[in-house]
T-cell receptor, first 116, second 112 residues
Framework: DAGVIQSPRHEVTEMGQEVTLRCKPI?????LFWYRQTMMRGLELLIY????????DSGMPEDRFSAKMPNASFSTLKIQPSEPRDSAVYFC??????????????FGDGTRLSIL | QKEVEQDPGPLSVPEGAIVSLNCTYS??????FMWYRQYSRKGPELLMY????GNKEDGRFTAQVDKSSKYISLFIRDSQPSDSATYLC????????????FGTGTLLAVQP
């Protein structure tokens, strides 16, 4: 089975540019999560969706960040405008069966984002 | 007090050693306890997953949960260089929420 697929794997761009990160969850998984990982703060949950609906976006740092899930097989995380402090590794994860307790999450290999 | 505390390491051990990785937590609402392993430049992968207090064994790995002390551990027996990675504890609330709370990770190096 294909795992969670993220693109691009690496992104380097200049401050002020728009950045779009993409994620394809595992087929059949109902929940999708966006995380950010830095040395200082570890893994932080930014937002998660159940059945394509955003459930908790309390981790989104500010209005420059937005996330969408137009269908069950695709999600985007957008940063506009980007700032150097947004540099991090961004992970997407998915888990199966909304409503069933305790479902573990499966992670993609991340997008390494550098804002110059 | 942080919700989850994990020793950051780094931890360096010789091949064949027994490794003990630990996390403490403060939130009694956590009902599911996990360990993820993360290799360099890869995403975290689920290693162990348990619901109740006690031990769960899978090959060279044993996960231990003590809900009364709010303490979880991961033991690795006969450690191998291929075990060198960052290990993250993770906690999940029960009920409809799927929100995972992670520890900051412990970097382990197993020396051949």
């Amino acid at each position: 089975d294909a795992g969670v697929i993220q693109s691009p794997r690496h992104e380097v761009t200049e401050m002020g540019q728009e950045v779009t990160l993409r994620c394809k969850p595992i087929s059949g998984h109902n929940s999708l999560f966006w995380y950010r990982q830095t040395m200082m703060r570890g893994l932080e949950l930014l937002i998660y969706f159940n059945n394509n609906v955003p459930i908790d976006d309390s981790g989104m740092p500010e209005d420059r960040f937005s996330a969408k899930m137009p269908n069950a097989s695709f999600s985007t995380l957008k940063i506009q405008p980007s700032e150097p402090r947004d540099s991090a590794v961004y992970f997407c994860a998915s888990s199966p069966h909304i409503g069933e307790e305790g479902q573990p999450q499966h992670f993609g290999d991340g997008t390494r984002l550098s804002i110059l | 007090q942080k919700e989850v505390e994990q020793d950051p390491g780094p931890l360096s051990v010789p091949e064949g050693a027994i490794v003990s990785l630990n996390c403490t937590y403060s939130n009694s609402a956590f009902q599911y306890f996990m360990w993820y392993r993360q290799y360099s430049r890869k995403g975290p992968e689920l290693l162990m997953y348990t619901y109740s207090s006690g031990n769960k064994e899978d090959g060279r790995f044993t996960a231990q949960v003590d809900k009364s002390s709010k303490y979880i551990s991961l033991f690795i027996r006969d450690s191998q260089p291929s075990d060198s990675a960052t290990y993250l504890c993770a906690f999940l609330y029960g009920g409809a929420t799927n929100k995972l709370i992670f520890g900051t990770g412990t970097l382990l190096a197993v020396q051949p």
